[in-house]
């Protein structure tokens, strides 16, 4: 079991950058992901990266969007830059058994969530 806390949400101008932390209760050898739900909508797969460091992203964000974790610190992190309106979303913390990516929404363990506001 693995307890997940998000933070670094908060409402930003289009173009610009934010950045997502997500804290891990303990060092797991688990992938990691961010994921994302927009008001209406399914919640989606934004990113991913594994244990050695492999990534994978969503077609939407990259080139915008960079995936990191530091084992040391046991946390995640998802620097999102050009920001826009269509990134509004709850952005979820994840972790998948296993050390395989994950490029979709099915994860074992999932944080609360924080949100991001991007206004036009």
């Known amino acids: 079991q693995v307890q997940l806390v998000e933070s670094g949400g908060g409402l930003v101008q289009a173009g610009g950058s934010l950045r997502l932390s997500c804290a891990a209760s303990a060092r797991t050898f688990y992938t990691m992901g961010w994921l994302r739900q927009a008001p209406g909508k399914e919640r989606e797969f934004v990113a991913a990266i594994t244990w050695t460091g492999d990534t994978n992203y969503a077609q939407s964000v990259k080139g915008r969007f960079t995936i990191s974790r530091d084992h040391a610190k046991n946390t995640v992190l998802l620097q999102m830059n050009s920001l826009t309106p269509d990134d509004t979303a709850v952005y979820y913390c994840?972790?998948?058994?296993?050390?395989?990516?994950?490029?979709?929404?099915?994860?074992?363990?999932w944080g609360q969530g924080t949100q991001v506001t991007v206004s036009s």
């Open positions: 994840a972790a998948k058994r296993g050390v395989n990516l994950v490029v979709n929404t099915d994860y074992d363990y």
